[in-house]
């Protein structure tokens, strides 16, 4: 049973445009997320993050908004650049249990 | 600060062989959790250790199995090797560990990760 979900495996923009990265969660005492992004021979880096009592959270030009009735959550990148072209993952964490569940990643393609 | 440092980056080895993977964690973090990447599979969440004892485990089988030691410097061990288990070993580390709380302390940062083949 796949926790967290990223339903999309690749996503390809234009450069300034925006890039929409989705992730799904079936665990409702998932408390706080986390969006990482890794590039090819390198480890992922967080990115961004959220906690369930918000339902949005803003860092430049990246977004992540949370909707917990519907278990989903998104990364809007606005406007997109060629440097953001990388593997995304989303992460899930549940502060009781101490675990934190990552989807399968998408990777994300900005084109010149 | 210096990152997270793993070793060795590149490794092959043949079926039935075992490996052993070093994590050097940022100074300061307590926690280190390891994963492992396979195409198609994203990260799978193999164990932490926080101050020298297993916190949790992930669905591996036994033949995985890692150590954290005084310094937070932590091994992986994978024995009897599987032309299954080639795949991308992650290293993280964090203050506090996986899903303990709000704050930051739980970020994770991650080694290169040492790429295993098994031939």
């Known amino acids: 049973d796949q926790q967290v979900k990223q339903n999309s495996p690749s996503l390809s923009v234009q450069e300034g445009r925006i890039s929409i990265l989705n992730c799904d969660y079936t665990n409702s005492m998932f408390d706080y997320f986390l969006w990482y992004k890794k590039y090819p021979a390198e480890g992922p880096t967080f990115l961004i993050s959220i906690s369930s009592i918000k339902d949005k959270n803003e860092d430049g030009r990246f977004t992540v908004f949370l909707n917990k009735s519907a278990k989903h959550l998104s990364l809007h990148i606005v406007p997109s650049q060629p440097g953001d072209s990388a593997v995304y993952f989303c992460a899930a964490s549940d502060s009781n249990a101490g675990k934190s569940t990552f989807g399968d990643g998408t990777t994300l393609t900005v084109k010149p | 600060k210096a990152g997270v440092t793993q070793t060795p980056r590149y490794l092959i080895k043949t079926r039935g062989q075992q490996v052993t993977l070093s994590c050097s964690p940022i100074s300061g973090h307590r926690s280190v959790s390891w994963y492992q990447q396979t195409p198609g599979q994203g990260l799978q969440f193999l164990f932490e250790y926080f101050s020298e004892t297993q916190r949790n485990k992930g669905n591996f089988p036994g033949r995985f199995s890692g150590r954290q030691f005084s310094n937070s410097r932590s091994e992986m061990n994978v024995s009897t090797l599987e032309l299954g288990d080639s795949a991308l070993y992650l290293c993280?580390?964090?203050?506090?560990?996986?899903?303990?709380?709000?704050?930051?302390?739980?970020?994770?940062?991650f080694g290169a990760g040492s790429r295993l083949t098994v031939l």
């Open positions: 993280a580390s964090s203050l506090e560990g996986l899903g303990q709380g709000f704050s930051g302390a739980n970020v994770l940062t």
